[in-house]
């Protein structure tokens, strides 16, 4: 009785020992799994963390570089660009995974590159107070093409008097006297040298070739002489394009020719008005006459692709081409004017005739010719004198309610605005190069590598572009 009682109290005490032996060997072969598994969990929370820290400093070395930009060529040009040479110093052994991490700035866009001086030119120019220097040079545009007459420049050629196809021979001719000549002929000559002679010689000494622009930016010559019409169509045709008519994609030319203005040297870079001289400034108040020896001449540079000596030639051969046909068609449109010079011309060609006994007959309209384009020439020569010496004229020559007045820089504005835009970047890219050697970029990359992870981030400065149309 008593050894059952036993038993079965024995029995009721080893059942939990066994349940709780059970569970201990179970832990007990759980457990390294367990431990197992946390610590695969916990290495690869670490090498989560180190890969961001990574990714972090592949962000934060590509931003940083971009604090690197060069403080002269912004100072100068204000333009953003990383020196080449600076880029190593954007590195740093404190950022990323503790060891192993390699980090290596790669430059992306050369900011000399067509497209990218297009776009940091652009992004300068449409912001701050650059902005307010295109709406001024609109408005004077519009207020040019409001100048519209009767008569348009290219339609020039087509007044030529078909009396004069012969040339100067219409007005002049040869009598074929040789070896003896009517009493009258001796005074004849003197009439002739005085009213005719000098006037056609005074216009000849002021004729020049034209270089114009072509479409691909090179400058062609054109053989010019209004006594005899040659080259008179194509003068009318490139300047009623470029004074009249605003070219297609005219916002981009506009941004172009001021930021041209606006930070580069011309040859007068200043105006006189009222006797006063007032000096052209950049958009951070410096005075560009100022400016270096070195960098004389860089507008007309620019506007011409030709060295400093030869561009200042050709501006101002555009400059007394353009006031030519401008004279030309004042004096063509102006009903007064054109009664004077007919009247003039009557008046010789009635004495030629009354001194020649009515043996030389002179043409009225081809004296008209001669006389009006002597005239204009002589104005023109005038006109480009004046404005090579920082003095303004009347872009109108007549006389009318609302006139522009035309300094020396708005004529280089039209020379460049003729032109692409990829073209005068490329130039603007060559000057700022000269003064600024060096290579210089808007865009880097940092590649970080780390074990076998590689990460890649690229930074560059702010364009006109939108983040939609960066690829």
């Keep these: 009785m008593r050894n059952g009682s036993y038993r079965k109290q024995h029995g009721q005490h080893a059942q939990p020992l066994k349940i709780c032996g059970s ?3 179970a832990l007990c ?16 929370c670490r090498r989560v963390r180190e890969e961001t820290d990574l990714v ?4 934060s070395t590509a931003e940083s570089a971009l604090a690197l930009y060069d403080r002269d060529l912004y100072a100068t040009f ?3 660009g990383i020196n080449g040479q600076e880029l190593d110093k954007a590195l740093s052994s404190l950022i990323g995974p503790a060891e192993g991490a390699q980090y290596q700035i790669i430059p992306g866009r050369d900011l000399f590159e067509e497209q990218s001086i297009k776009d940091s030119i652009a992004r300068h120019m449409t912001i701050r107070g650059a902005t307010s220097l295109i709406l001024d040079v609109v408005d004077k545009f519009k207020s040019v093409e409001s100048l519209v007459t009767d008569i348009q420049i290219a339609d020039l050629s087509t007044l030529f008097p078909p009396s004069l196809t012969s040339g100067f021979e219409s007005v002049d001719p040869d009598l074929g006297f040789q070896d003896q000549t009517p009493e009258w002929f001796d005074e004849y000559t003197l009439y002739m040298d005085d009213q005719v002679r000098s006037v056609y010689q005074g216009g000849l000494s002021q004729l020049a070739p034209i270089i114009l622009p072509k479409d691909n930016g090179e400058m062609e010559t054109i053989a010019f002489n209004p006594f005899d019409n040659s ?14 008519v605003a070219p297609e994609g005219i916002l981009d030319r506009l941004v172009m020719s001021e930021y041209s203005l ?7 870079s200043y105006v006189v008005r009222g006797g006063v001289r007032c000096d052209d400034k950049t958009p951070d108040g410096r005075l560009i006459s100022l400016f270096p ?9 620019i506007a011409t692709g030709l060295d400093t000596a030869k561009a200042k030639q050709v501006v101002l051969l555009f400059i007394g081409a353009s006031r030519f046909a401008l004279h030309m068609l004042n004096i063509l449109t102006d009903e007064i004017l054109i009664e004077q010079y007919r009247t003039a011309a009557i008046a010789i060609a009635l004495t030629v005739a009354a001194i020649s006994l009515g043996e030389v007959s002179i043409p009225p309209e081809a004296l008209t010719w001669i006389l009006i384009v002597s005239a204009a020439l002589g104005h023109s020569v005038k006109d480009a004198v004046q404005l090579n010496k920082g003095y ?3 872009f109108w020559p007549g006389s009318i309610k609302k006139n522009i007045p035309m300094r020396y820089r708005d004529f280089i504005r039209f020379l460049i605005i003729m032109q692409s835009p990829d073209v005068i970047a490329s130039r603007i890219a060559k000057v700022i190069n000269r003064v600024m050697p060096g290579s210089y970029y808007t865009e880097v990359t940092c590649q970080a590598d780390w074990g076998n992870v590689s990460v890649s981030h690229a930074a560059r400065f702010i364009t006109r572009q939108s983040d939609s149309d960066i690829p």
Excluded: H
């Excluded at 972090?56 to 962000?59: D, F, M, N, S, T």
């Excluded at 020896?293 to 540079?301: H, L, M, P, Q, T």
């Design 231 to 244: 080259g008179l169509d194509k003068l009318g045709t490139v300047l009623d394009r470029a004074l009249f």
């Design 56 to 59: 972090r400093g592949a962000v």
């Design 29 to 44: 072969m759980i457990l390294p799994v367990i431990i197992v598994l946390f610590s695969s969990v916990l290495a690869n």
């Design 392 to 394: 303004e004229v009347d």
């Design 293 to 301: 020896e070195s960098r004389n001449r860089e507008v007309e540079e």
């Design 262 to 268: 606006a930070y580069f040297k011309s040859d007068v």
């Design 23 to 25: 569970i201990s060997l």
């Design 78 to 80: 204000g333009l953003f």
